[in-house]
C-alpha cells in the first residue's frame, strides 16, 4: 500500500525557513508527478509547487504566492522529495500535504495537477507568526 510520510513542519518567525520532507514508502514508480499542496485558516487547499521525479524528470513549477522563496527538490535514491522554504510569511501559514500521482512523464499545471492525485500525505502544520 502506498504512503507518503511528511515531516518537517513546525514554527517559524516571518523571514525564516523550513524544511518539509515527503517519502514514498510502499511502492517505487518509476516515473511520477509530486508537489505540494496547503491549506490556511479558512482557505481552500491550493497548489504550491510540483516536480515531476524519476529519471529524466526534474522539472519544477512554482504558485506565484511562493516563486522565488520555495524550492522544491527529488532525492530518487531515498524516493523523497523536499520543499525548503525562504523567507516565510505569515500567510504561509496552514497544513502541508504532499501530493502522487505515480506513472506520468511530465507534471500538469498546478489546478489540474490536484484533480489527477491519487495519493495525499497526512498533512504536516506550518505556522509563521510575524
Known amino acids: 500500500q502506498v504512503q507518503l510520510v511528511e515531516s518537517g513542519g513546525g514554527s517559524a518567525q516571518a523571514g525564516g525557513s523550513l524544511t518539509l520532507s515527503c517519502t514514498i514508502s510502499?511502492?517505487?514508480?518509476?516515473?511520477?508527478?509530486m508537489g505540494w499542496f496547503r491549506q490556511g485558516p479558512g482557505k481552500e487547499r491550493e497548489g504550491v509547487a510540483t516536480?515531476?521525479?524519476?529519471?529524466?524528470?526534474?522539472?519544477?513549477a512554482y504558485s506565484d504566492s511562493v516563486e522565488g522563496r520555495f524550492t522544491i527538490s527529488q532525492d530518487n535514491a531515498k524516493n523523497t522529495v523536499y520543499l525548503q522554504m525562504h523567507g516565510l510569511k505569515p500567510e504561509d501559514t496552514g497544513i502541508y500535504y504532499c501530493a502522487l500521482r505515480p506513472n506520468i512523464v511530465y507534471c500538469p499545471d498546478l489546478r489540474t495537477f490536484r484533480s489527477v492525485v491519487n495519493y495525499w500525505g497526512q498533512g504536516t502544520q506550518v505556522t509563521v507568526s510575524s
Open positions: 510502499g511502492r517505487t514508480f518509476r516515473r511520477n508527478c
Open positions: 516536480i515531476a521525479t524519476g529519471a529524466g524528470g526534474g522539472s519544477t
